[in-house]
């Protein structure tokens, strides 16, 4: 597996938060911080929409046991969750 390596977090959240604007109803304005959930921007079927999204755009695999809020609730949980999985596969 490739991972793209050369991304800073301002790149990645941009892309992050271009998908998230696409693809699902927000009203008004979120901050990076804010939960999806809570929000009521994704839903239980948006998170499989989120995890296609981000394999095949990052080239990562996500685990079942890293289906949770602490790394795909936010802009922020994203971006540090993406990251995280790059700088493992350097290992």
Known sequence: MQIQTRITSNQLK??????????????GTF???DSFFEQGI?????????????????NIEI???????????SINNLSK???GKYNHAGE
């Open 14 to 27: 941009k892309k992050l938060r271009k998908f998230v604007n696409k693809n699902y109803p927000i009203k």
């Open 31 to 33: 901050d990076d911080n």
């Open 42 to 58: 994704i839903d239980s079927t948006g998170v499989l929409e989120l995890i296609a999204f981000l394999e095949n755009k990052f």
């Open 63 to 73: 685990k079942d046991e890293e289906l949770i809020p602490e790394n795909l609730d």
């Open 81 to 83: 969750f993406i990251q």
